[in-house]
Every structure is written in C-alpha cells, then in structure tokens.
C-alpha cells in the first residue's frame, strides 16, 4: 500500500517521450508495481499538443494511477527565447506550490534544465531535491556552437546549474568525471550516486527471428554488413560527417551497407548524403516510434554513436551505448565522450576514433572489420554481459532506489 513519504517528479519533457520512458520511468513503474511500495508519486510533465497520448498510452496512464501515480499537465511552449522558458517556469512554479501545501516536500528532476527550474521551485518553497541525470548542458550549448559564451542564455543555464547542484540534496550523474568535478571543483555537499543512463536490457534483448524479418522486409542481404545509427543529424550531433565517415568506410568494404532510423525527413538525409557522394541504394532511411525500435537494432552488425568529442562530452551518459550493448553491438565512439570511449576499449566493445576525419576513420576500419569478422553469437553474448553490467536494469536499479531513500530520509 502507498504510505505518507510523498515525492514530486518534475520533468520538462513530455511523459512519453522516448528518452524518458526508455530510461528513467524504468525505475517508476518498478515502484508503481511493488505492493509495498509506501512512497506516492506525483508526476509533473509539460506536454506537447502535437503528441496526443494514443489509446495504448491512455491505457498505460490508467493502470499507473491505479497504482497510485497522480500526474499533473503541463503545457510546453515552443521556442528558445526567454519568454516561452518564462512561462513555463511559471506554470511549474504554481504546480509545485500548490503540491507543496498538500504535504510534498520532496522532488526528483530529470537532466539539467529541469533540475535547474526544480531549484528555482525548491529553495523558494523550502523543499529537497535530487537531480538524476545532472550533466552541464550550457556546456553542450558552447561545445556544439549553439550558444555564445558570452549570450545571455549560455549566463543564465550556466549559472542556475551552479547553484542547483550546490543546492541539491541528493545528485546522481553517469560518470566519474562528473563526480569530480561536482565534489573537488565545485565542491557540492550533495551525496552523490554514480548512475550511468540505464537501458531497457529486457526489450534489447537479441532476438533472430525479428532480425531475420527486419532484414528481410528491409531488402538486406545475408552477406551484408550492416552499420546503424538511430538518431539525428547536427546540433549535439555530427552532421555531415556522418555521411563521410560512412563513405570512407564503404570505400574499403562494398559489403557495408548504412541503416539509419531517424526523426529527420528522409530528403534532408539524403542531401546530406549525396554531398558525401553516397549512392542512395547504399543506405536506407526509416522511422521508428520507440515500440518497434528495437527491431533495427537487431537487424544490425556495428553501431555508431555520432557524437563529436569536446570538454563538456566527457559528461554525458548517452542512452544509445547501453541500447547497443544489450542487443549485441559494438559501437564507433569519439574519443572523451562520456565513459562509453574508456568501456569500448577496456571491455572491447568498441573503437575508439578522435573524430570523423577520413585517416581516423580508415585506421580504424581494422578495428570495426575485426568485429564483424567474429562469430556473430559470441560478439552478441559478450556485448550484452558488458552492457548489462554496465547499463542494465538490474545492476543499476539498486542504486537509484538507494539516491531516493537518501533524498527523502534526510
């Protein structure tokens, strides 16, 4: 039964946007299922009206409640520009004081942003906060050349992040680096819970016969190996040298063949692609929602993460490296992204590269052929141990359990 330990958990993303639901609603839906569960959540979310919850959604939010989640609408406002950031800082602000004056004292935020907004909220209303998945994302925003160091926004993000993780009772990130920063940089008295971004281990897990039906409906051939990127082009992400990291690769193996599941209308990809001087036959475009996506991940031999490296990167904890590992892949990674780069090459999962320029990349085609050269069910079984060790459920979920208990037995 629900006890009287009441907990706010705040994001600034809509509720069933992939990153959350394959991540760190993991560790809800487990308390949500144990019968002697006494901690009561209250959800608050901003949601987007072009993202309409579907029937198989609405069933899911029925059977949380029933569980005892209370969730609280917000809605997101398009746009950069402090205004819009404004006014959805003012609706969470109204949600948490009336929340406050129910008896909630304590609350869990997602990523900087709103672990930043979740400051503003707690010291004003007096209340704890554990910040899970704090990385410096103002830092991103100068890295990618998506802000200037001297814009007001970069000020702005760069300073709330300061003082949110001093502030911050409990402070959970993915790697070593950021705990030492937080704890001999900055200093923080925050307890800190060393928590990678964990995967849903159980829906990656590797299964011939969807990836003989992907490959099949996909057109690949048995004798093709298939290198795979879920995700987006540019702002955080390489752009166009993706393309050519791809065409220099295929221009050593014609058996290589490039499967990308993207967000991105397939005539921008293409574009990209045909600047690369790729032939489209080459490569192939899809589309996936989250329910399906595993299904490419299975159909693939080599994965890529296409992250540039930069001082901040070393931060972050991308949810794809554990994705990958628990269905099997090896990954291409830059290097000093996160501590995916140090588990590629110590657990020999990976290569390494320094970024995607022609010499990195053929030097390591050796690498990435040595791989796909491998029993592909010993690469599978070995990829996955590490990746559940590393980013699994069930390796990481005691750790997280333990940041809440901290959060709100202090």
């Avoid at 959540?41 to 993202?51: G, Q």
């Avoid at 300061?162 to 790697?175: D, L, Y």
């Amino acid at each position: 039964m629900q006890g009287n330990k009441k907990v706010i958990i705040y994001l600034y993303n809509r509720f069933f946007d992939p990153l959350i639901q394959g991540n760190f609603w993991l560790y809800i839906d487990d308390y949500l299922k144990d019968p002697d569960n006494t901690i009561r959540f209250h959800l608050i979310t901003y949601e987007d009206d072009r993202f309409p919850l579907t029937s198989e959604q609405a069933t899911k939010v029925k059977q949380w409640q029933q569980q005892g989640l209370e969730w609280t609408r917000l809605q997101w406002h398009p746009g950069t520009n402090l205004t819009s950031k404004f006014v959805d800082v003012w609706s969470g602000l109204l949600a948490l004081t009336s929340l406050r004056k129910k008896g909630y004292r304590h609350v869990v935020s997602l990523a900087s942003v709103a672990g930043s907004y979740a400051y503003l909220f707690c010291r004003l209303l007096r209340m704890k906060l554990f910040m899970y998945q704090f990385e410096p994302h103002s830092e991103y925003a100068i890295d990618n050349s998506m802000w200037a160091r001297g814009s007001l926004q970069y000020k702005i993000a760069h300073f709330l992040e300061r003082r949110a993780a001093g502030f911050a009772t409990v402070i959970a990130s993915g790697t070593r680096f950021m705990q030492e920063r937080l704890e001999h940089e900055w200093k923080v008295d925050a307890q800190f819970f060393k928590i990678a971004t964990v995967a849903n281990d159980k829906k990656f897990t590797f299964d011939q016969t969807l990836r003989d039906e992907t490959r099949t409906r996909l057109g690949l051939r048995p004798e093709q190996w298939v290198l795979f990127y879920p995700g987006k082009f540019g702002s955080l992400y390489y752009y166009e040298e993706t393309a050519w990291m791809y065409r220099w690769l295929r221009e050593l193996e014609p058996r290589l063949h490039f499967l990308i599941v993207t967000p991105h209308e397939d005539e921008e990809v293409m574009v990209i692609f045909d600047k690369a001087g790729v032939e489209r036959e080459d490569y192939t475009i899809c589309h996936s929602d989250y329910i399906d996506i595993h299904s490419y991940y299975f159909a693939a031999d080599f994965a890529v993460i296409a992250v540039p490296s930069g001082p901040s990167k070393k931060f972050i904890s991308n949810i794809k490296v554990g994705e990958y590992l628990c269905a099997g892949l090896p990954f291409l990674i830059t290097r000093d992204v996160s501590e995916d780069y140090v588990y590629a090459e110590e657990k020999e999962v990976g290569v390494v590269v320094n970024d995607f320029k022609e010499q990195d990349i053929k030097a390591a085609w050796p690498q990435i052929k040595r791989y796909l050269e491998m029993n592909p069910e010993k690469r599978r079984l070995h990829c996955r141990k590490v990746g559940l060790d590393y980013r699994g459920f069930d390796s990481l979920n005691p750790v997280f359990k333990s940041a809440v208990e901290h959060l709100i037995g202090r």
